[in-house]
């Protein structure tokens, strides 16, 4: 099964205009696990055996972002540019870099909100 959608990205594109694909798929994917989960648990449990499920990929909140976001945001205002603070799921390497030193990112407008996709255009003033 191939599902086709338009690559945006997930912290710059707002939800309601994403044509994700693993959005799309998200909730076969969902009842396609809870299916194998209850075969795997009715199996098991007629042999006598036990099934576990646990998630494997689990990253928590980084708190020192709020200060380091906190000197973007003056550094901003103190050069005289315009902002907009932006909730974003996004975190590429800030997240790693985040261990060891504080990390923010900021993110260039688009045309039309979309980034890392061929679509995406900035205005060069934007860029400098």
Not at 16 to 37: C, F, K, M, N
Not at 44 to 54: E, I, V
Not at 97 to 102: G, I, Q
Request: charged share 15%.
């Amino acid at each position: 099964v191939t599902v086709t959608g338009f690559e945006s990205h997930a912290g710059t594109t707002p939800m309601s205009v994403r044509r994700d694909g693993w959005r799309t798929s998200r909730p076969a994917l969902q009842q396609l696990v809870a299916d194998i989960e209850a075969i795997c648990m009715e199996r098991t449990a007629l042999r006598g055996t036990r099934a576990t499920q646990s998630a494997s990929n689990t990253t928590g909140a980084y708190s020192a972002i709020v200060c380091t976001c906190t000197r973007v945001r003056q550094a901003t205002v103190a050069a005289g540019y315009p902002y907009l603070e932006m909730c974003s799921g996004a975190g590429h390497d800030a997240v790693h870099l985040s261990y060891v030193a504080p990390s923010a990112m900021v993110f260039v407008p688009c045309k039309a909100g979309l980034s890392h996709n061929e679509a995406e255009d900035a205005d060069p003033v934007h860029l400098a």
